[in-house]
C-alpha cells in the first residue's frame, strides 16, 4: 500500500530541490539569546549582534510556513553543562573575549544551559511537541539525539535557518550531508557576524553541482508547486 507523498518544486540553486513534505524536517540553528542580544557571548566577542537580529523576522516566517505545512521541527541550543564538562580547553579557551563561556555576563553565565542568555528569542521559542536539541559543540549531530529523532520520524530531507552561517549551520549542514539528507539553507532566515562569511558559505555549499546541498530564498518556498504522488 502507498502513502502519498506532496513534493515541493522549489526555485533553489544550483538546480531545482525537490522537496517532500512528510518527510523533510527543518531545523533552527542557535537562534538564542546569547548570539542575537546585547550583553551575550556573541556581543563579547566583538560582534555587532544587530547583524543576527536582523534575520529573526525572516527565521519566524519560515518557521510559520514549515508549521503551516505539518513538518518536524528541531531548534537547537548550543548551550553547556553548569561545571562545563562537556566544553573542552581548545573551546574555552579561544581568543581573548571580554567573556569567556561560563563566565557571568547581563544575561547570566555564557552558553550554559539553563541561563537566560542560553535560551531563544522570545520570537523563536519552540512550541510544544518540537523537538529541543541542547548540543556542545558546533554540529548539532555531535553529542545530541538528533540523528536518532530524525531517523526515527523517517525524514530524508532537511531545511536549515539560523546562525551563524558558516560556524553551527554550515558544520551541521555538512554533517547530515555525510548522514544521506538532502539539504537546503534557507539564504535569508540565516546570518553571520561577516556579511562576507555568509556569501562565500552560499557559495560553498552550492558548488560543484551542490556539494553540500542546495540554498534558495524564503520566498522560492513560499511558491514552490507541488506534485502529488502515490
Not at 529573526?56 to 537547537?76: F, N, P
Not at 520520524?153 to 549551520?169: K, N, Q, R, W
Amino acid at each position: 500500500m502507498s502513502h502519498t507523498i506532496h513534493w515541493l518544486e522549489i526555485d533553489a540553486q544550483p538546480h531545482t530541490y525537490k522537496l517532500p513534505l512528510e518527510k523533510t524536517a527543518l531545523v533552527m540553528i542557535d537562534m538564542q539569546r546569547d548570539f542575537i542580544q546585547p550583553g551575550g557571548f556573541g556581543a563579547a566577542l566583538g560582534n555587532d549582534v544587530g547583524r543576527l537580529a536582523d534575520t529573526v523576522k525572516v527565521a519566524r516566517q519560515l518557521l510559520d510556513w514549515c508549521r503551516a505545512q505539518g513538518m518536524l521541527i528541531a531548534h537547537t541550543r548550543e548551550a553547556h553543562a553548569a561545571d562545563l564538562s562537556d566544553c573542552p580547553p581548545a573551546k574555552l579557551n579561544r581568543g581573548s573575549p571580554a567573556l569567556k563561556i561560563g563566565d557571568a555576563g547581563p544575561m547570566g553565565r555564557i552558553l550554559v544551559d539553563g541561563e537566560a542568555g542560553s535560551d531563544f528569542v522570545p520570537e523563536l521559542v519552540p512550541l510544544p511537541g518540537e523537538l529541543e536539541i541542547v548540543k556542545p559543540g558546533k554540529g548539532a549531530f555531535y553529542a545530541t539525539e538528533l540523528g536518532s529523532l530524525l531517523q526515527q520520524s523517517g525524514v530524508t530531507h532537511l531545511l536549515f535557518a539560523g546562525v551563524t552561517t558558516e560556524v553551527c549551520v554550515q558544520t551541521t549542514m555538512r554533517e547530515a550531508n555525510d548522514r544521506g539528507y538532502e539539504c537546503l539553507l534557507v539564504e535569508d532566515a540565516t546570518e553571520s557576524y561577516f556579511p562576507e562569511f555568509k556569501q562565500a558559505t552560499l557559495a560553498m555549499i552550492r558548488s560543484q553541482g551542490g556539494i553540500v546541498g542546495w540554498t534558495a530564498p524564503l520566498s522560492a518556498l513560499q511558491g514552490a508547486r507541488e506534485n502529488v504522488h502515490g
